[in-house]
Structure formats: structure tokens, C-alpha cells
């Protein structure tokens, strides 16, 4: 099972990034998929995740509006597109495949740096 995360870096206040995460070893589309994010000191929680089947969605109140999640299971790849992004988005960023309501599958992580 693999879970890799790309797609993080430095971005401006207000700018955008996309972030991606490469699936293998599992059948992607029977996962509920999720991202999180952990800031230092602070810690790991649930940014947004999309269920399998009709891949409805939910997000943390904190970034609702300004992010977006998504999938595309026949490339076994989740999404994360970040917008209006603020320097309390600052953190690792990992993605996770949960069934039965627990993650059982973490990736390593990718740094999203917002800052002037």
C-alpha cells in the first residue's frame, strides 16, 4: 500500500496550490479518502475528506469555501485544491484512506509553506 503526497511549496497569502496524492496497493474507489494537516506544535487534524460512491464531501469549518477536494479513481489519485490561501494553512498535509470510520493507511506528507 502506497500513499504519496506532491504538490506542496511556498505560496503567497492569497495564492493557490494543488495538491496531489498518488494511490497504489488498494482499491481506491472503496475507500473513504481524506486530508489532513498538521501545523508545529499543534496537533494532526481532519482537513476534508470524499466518500466513495457518490463522493460527498465534507471540510473543516476553518478552510470550507476556500478548499476543494476531489478524486479521480480511475487514476487511483485524491485532490486537494487550495485557495485564498492564509499563513495559518502553514502545516504537513497528509492524505488517508479510512474504512469503517478509521484511517488505515497514511502517507509521508507534504509541506505547504504560506507566507510573504
Known amino acids: 500500500v502506497q500513499l504519496v503526497e506532491s504538490g506542496g511549496g511556498l505560496v503567497q497569502p492569497g495564492g493557490s496550490l494543488r495538491l496531489s496524492c498518488a494511490c497504489s496497493?488498494?482499491?481506491?474507489?472503496?475507500?473513504?479518502m481524506r486530508w489532513y494537516r498538521q501545523a508545529p506544535g499543534k496537533e494532526r487534524e481532519l482537513v476534508a475528506q470524499i466518500e466513495d460512491g457518490d463522493g460527498s464531501t465534507w471540510y473543516a469549518e476553518s478552510v470550507k469555501g476556500r478548499f476543494t477536494i476531489s478524486r479521480d479513481n480511475a487514476k487511483s489519485t485524491l485532490y486537494l485544491q487550495m485557495d485564498s490561501l492564509k499563513p495559518e494553512d502553514t502545516a504537513v498535509y497528509y492524505c488517508?484512506?479510512?474504512?469503517?470510520?478509521?484511517?488505515?493507511?497514511w502517507g509521508k506528507g507534504t509541506q505547504v509553506t504560506v507566507s510573504s
Open positions: 496497493g488498494f482499491t481506491f474507489s472503496s475507500y473513504y
Open positions: 488517508a484512506k479510512s474504512r469503517f470510520g478509521s484511517v488505515d493507511g
